[in-house]
């Protein structure tokens, strides 16, 4: 395999869920850390070597540059026990891993972004405006989980897949941004196997 590298911000769940498949798949990859605040994935370097929409995680894989986290997660767990064998499984795990990213992280992962990263007196009045809506769609996507999650342990059959990872990355510390994780006690449970998972590494490591 090509050298990997993972240009990322550690408190990023985006990124979280990279570093996470590959430490439960046993592969090891560099990291090479950016603070988003200080707007070091703006530079000229970085936009120009790295990624021109300034944005991370970037999986960079030898000479190549792999942005969007999910797609760096199918790229490592190709082939692996997280990706499930038959056909119908992996199109309903990228199912989930797509509604992580339209309806779950859009929501849950921005309302905590702000509270705890930007801080609630420097967002805009636009942003502040927001955060009643995002909170609602944040709260419906968790129920949505939570339904689920009473009736299987895992997202995809019978075993942990990739879109338990998306999903746990920003659902994990959804409490962050407010929201609480105790009104859904299926998501909490689910939330305890993927930690029990052999080679589980936190987000803050």
């Known amino acids: 395999m090509d050298k990997l590298i993972l240009h990322e911000d550690p408190v990023s769940g985006n990124c979280?869920?990279?570093?996470?498949?590959?430490?439960l798949?046993?592969?090891?990859?560099?990291?090479?850390e950016y603070d988003i605040m200080k707007g070091e994935t703006r530079t000229p370097e970085f936009l120009a070597h790295i990624n021109p929409v300034g944005r991370i995680p970037v999986l960079q894989v030898g000479?190549?540059?792999?942005?969007?986290?999910?797609?760096?997660?199918?790229?490592?767990?190709e082939g692996?026990?997280?990706?499930?064998?038959?056909?119908?499984?992996?199109?309903?795990?990228?199912?989930?891993?797509?509604?992580?990213q339209y309806h779950h992280e859009p929501n849950v992962a921005t309302v905590?972004?702000?509270?705890?990263?930007?801080?609630?007196?420097?967002?805009?009045?636009?942003?502040?405006?927001?955060?009643?809506?995002?909170r609602l769609a944040g709260e419906a996507a968790l129920q949505q989980m939570e339904?689920?999650?009473s009736l299987h342990d895992w997202f995809v059959g019978d075993a942990?897949?990739?879109?338990d990872i998306a999903l746990f990355a920003y659902t994990h510390v959804a409490g962050e941004g407010g929201f609480d994780l105790g009104l859904y006690p299926h998501v909490g449970a689910w939330i305890a196997?993927?930690?029990?998972?052999?080679?589980?590494?936190?987000?803050?490591d």
């Open 16 to 23: 979280y869920k990279i570093r996470l498949t590959a430490a």
């Open 25 to 32: 798949l046993g592969i090891r990859m560099e990291r090479v």
């Open 63 to 77: 000479q190549r540059f792999l942005p969007e986290s999910n797609a760096a997660c199918c790229y490592l767990g």
């Open 80 to 100: 692996s026990a997280l990706v499930p064998g038959d056909r119908f499984g992996r199109a309903d795990m990228l199912r989930w891993m797509f509604f992580e």
């Open 112 to 134: 905590r972004y702000w509270l705890t990263m930007v801080g609630t007196d420097a967002l805009s009045e636009l942003q502040r405006s927001m955060i009643p809506g995002k």
């Open 147 to 149: 339904d689920h999650l």
């Open 160 to 163: 942990a897949s990739l879109a």
């Open 193 to 204: 196997r993927v930690r029990a998972l052999p080679k589980f590494v936190p987000m803050r």
